[in-house]
């Protein structure tokens, strides 16, 4: 479920990204007002973030789901594996 979470703000982040990059930025607010509490410390963000960077971290969640769900580890070890790689 965690993991879910993380993907879920990464996708978030991966369209924010363009949009941004496409000038879009208020059309993305719009469709995610509600589920965002603080759009300034989003663009922040997302204007500090690269593509790149996110691309990596979206292939970082995905392994980790993948490890999880073919118990490779125990899905703690892998969340705090996925945490410390996304926060490096």
Do not use: W
């Not at 941004?20 to 989003?42: D, H, P, Q």
Request: aromatic share 4%; proline share 1%; hydrophobic share 45%.
């Amino acid at each position: 479920m965690l993991v879910g979470l993380i993907a879920s703000n990464y996708h978030r982040l991966a369209i924010g990204k363009r949009l941004l990059n496409e000038e879009l930025a208020t059309r993305f607010l719009k469709a995610f007002r509600c589920r965002l509490s603080n759009e300034n410390s989003f663009i922040t963000t997302l204007q500090k973030s690269s593509a790149e960077k996110i691309t990596k971290g979206i292939q970082l969640i995905a392994d980790a789901d993948l490890a999880i769900k073919t118990s490779q580890a125990t899905p703690r070890l892998q969340l705090e594996m996925l945490v410390c790689e996304l926060a490096s």
